[in-house]
């Protein structure tokens, strides 16, 4: 049951490490860290991506900035409140962390970002255009983990996906394939302030979607 439970939330990230080890926070005794990490995108920038690791899985009194890591694990959310609302907080959290030193040390073939999801829909599909033209539906999947909890993920979905997308149903089944990507916002605080903030969601390139008995496999086309 735990395996399988495992298997419906699956990140592979190898990235480089921007960022000290930060202390989050302690479950009996252990104590977990956040750590940003730069992935590269195929345009050359970089998305940068926070891990959640356990002391017990790396030695946090390290320098690793500068280091490529390889970690695998799950995209996971929380809730943490702010002022007068809760705000929703994600980070992967790391079940398996090797570091390869240099990028002389990733393999050629190796995927730097790759996610994988099964979930069902939680709220209704967001479809829009860019004022280019360029269609857009914003997801949000429910994935389930063990003891009853569940991890609330956005998810993007672009061109022929998103025409799609926005015909889903709450509860729908829906498994997808895509990256992580980091995106800056400007949060307004007041009339004259504004913060900068990063968002976290997931770039969708193929998914699954079943209800009752219908199952559509679709494919971005570019």
Same mark, same amino acid.
């Given at each position: 049951?735990?395996?399988?439970?495992?298997?419906?939330?699956?990140?592979?990230?190898?990235?480089?490490?921007?960022?000290?080890?930060?202390?989050?926070?302690?479950?009996?005794?252990?104590?977990?860290?956040?750590?940003?990490?730069?992935?590269?995108?195929?345009?050359?920038?970089?998305?940068?991506?926070?891990?959640?690791?356990?002391?017990?899985?790396? $030695?946090?009194?390290?320098?690793?900035?500068?280091?490529?890591? =390889?970690?695998?694990?799950?995209?996971?959310?929380?809730?943490?409140? !702010? =002022?007068?609302?809760?705000?929703?907080?994600?980070?992967?959290?790391?079940? !398996?962390?090797?570091?390869?030193?240099? !990028?002389?040390?990733?393999?050629?073939?190796?995927?730097? $970002?790759?996610?994988?999801?099964?979930?069902?829909?939680?709220?209704?599909?967001? %479809?829009?255009?860019?004022?280019?033209?360029?269609?857009?539906?914003?997801?949000?999947?429910?994935?389930?983990?063990? %003891?009853?909890?569940?991890?609330?993920?956005?998810?993007?979905?672009? *061109?022929? $996906?998103?025409?799609?997308?926005?015909?889903?149903?709450? *509860?729908?089944?829906?498994?997808?394939?895509?990256?992580?990507?980091?995106?800056?916002?400007?949060?307004?605080?007041? =009339?004259?302030? %504004?913060?900068?903030?990063?968002?976290?969601?997931?770039?969708?390139?193929?998914?699954?979607?079943?209800? $009752?008995?219908?199952?559509?496999?679709?494919?971005?086309? =570019?």
């Amino acid at each position: 049951m735990t395996d399988k439970i495992f298997d419906n939330n699956q990140v592979a990230i190898v990235g480089e490490v921007v960022t000290n080890f930060e202390f989050s926070h302690e479950v009996y005794g252990e104590g977990f860290y956040v750590l940003q990490v730069a992935v590269r995108r195929l345009s050359s920038s970089n998305d940068i991506i926070p891990l959640m690791i356990s002391e017990r899985l790396i $030695n946090v009194n390290d320098d690793y900035v500068g280091k490529i890591i =390889e970690v695998n694990g799950q995209f996971r959310s929380y809730n943490r409140h !702010e =002022e007068n609302h809760n705000r929703l907080v994600l980070s992967v959290f790391v079940r !398996e962390v090797n570091v390869l030193e240099g !990028e002389e040390n990733v393999p050629e073939d190796i995927n730097p $970002n790759s996610i994988e999801l099964d979930g069902y829909i939680c709220k209704p599909p967001v %479809y829009r255009k860019t004022p280019l033209g360029r269609e857009i539906a914003d997801i949000l999947l429910a994935v389930n983990r063990p %003891y009853g909890k569940s991890d609330y993920i956005p998810c993007i979905c672009w *061109g022929r $996906n998103a025409r799609f997308a926005q015909k889903f149903q709450v *509860g729908g089944h829906l498994k997808l394939w895509g990256r992580i990507q980091s995106r800056e916002y400007q949060k307004k605080i007041s =009339e004259t302030e %504004y913060d900068k903030r990063i968002a976290f969601e997931v770039s969708v390139s193929k998914m699954e979607y079943e209800e $009752n008995i219908n199952s559509v496999d679709i494919h971005v086309v =570019e």
